[in-house]
């Protein structure tokens, strides 16, 4: 897919991962929307990136809100959607005794519902571009190596990116025929905020940096509008007690 001028979505798009996202997608000539719970934070990254980047506050864990903020977004894309970066999500880590039902609902809510819904609101927006131009978008889902492999005082965690792992194999056989590519990125562990006060060594000799991320990201996007790449491992090169 050629990227300039098209239309993407980055849910999590304040900070972190999905900001190097947005930025990396605007500065190759997309119109990114991103989606975050903070006004102020999506300005601060609108200040940033510039026109490109139109902000649209949305919590993915709420229907109505996620209604709302796709409303929004095709209103301005003139009900165009090219692209979904379903990047939202959270982690709570512990021995499983000390969590809470709320520690499950949150991450469930972010990690699994969220992706269920904004996926939900693209997908006919996706089709009906198959049917008039033979080509549909692309969907990419920002799982984990946690999706991979369980790990200790994780358990949730886990539990939900396996869980987009499975969603996102259904949903790349399910949509391949309309013209739709679905992709699911299991990264390593990356220099963000995630992972403070989770007891994984800082530093960020032994993380990638976001904007590695992003970068390939666009590959994906960019690759030929005949074939997909359904999943994509990566892993830091040097880790020290990181995944």
């Given at each position: 897919m050629n990227i300039q001028n098209r239309y993407a979505i980055v849910t999590g798009a304040s900070r972190g991962l999905g900001a190097s996202i947005s930025g990396v997608l605007a500065e190759a000539g997309a119109i990114v929307f991103g989606l975050g719970r903070s006004a102020e934070d999506l300005?601060?990254?609108?200040?940033?990136?510039?026109?490109?980047?139109?902000?649209?506050?949305c919590d993915v864990r709420s229907s109505d809100s996620v209604n709302r903020a796709m409303e929004q977004v095709f209103a301005q894309s003139g009900g165009q959607i090219d692209v979904l970066i379903?990047?939202?999500?959270?982690?709570?880590?512990?021995?499983?005794?000390?969590?809470a039902e709320e520690d499950w609902e949150v991450q469930v809510d972010t990690n699994l519902k969220g992706v269920f819904l904004c996926t939900k609101a693209v997908v006919p927006r996706m089709k009906r571009q198959n049917a008039k131009s033979g080509f549909g978008g692309h969907i990419i889902n920002i799982a984990s190596v946690a999706g991979l492999v369980g790990n200790?005082?994780?358990g949730i965690y886990n539990a939900t990116k396996f869980g987009l792992r499975g969603f996102s194999e259904s949903l790349m056989l399910e949509l391949r025929n309309d013209g739709i590519k679905v992709t699911c990125v299991y990264p390593g562990s990356i220099e963000t905020a995630f992972f403070n006060n989770t007891g994984f060594p800082s530093g960020s000799n032994h993380k990638m940096h976001p904007n590695e991320i992003a970068q390939t990201i666009l590959h994906l996007l960019q690759t030929h509008d005949n074939y997909l790449i359904s999943e994509i491992v990566l892993r830091p090169l040097r880790p020290k007690g990181v995944m």
């Open positions: 300005t601060s990254i609108k200040e940033k990136i510039g026109e490109s980047f139109r902000p649209v506050v379903n990047n939202a999500g959270l982690g709570k880590f512990g021995a499983i005794e000390q969590m200790p005082k994780i």
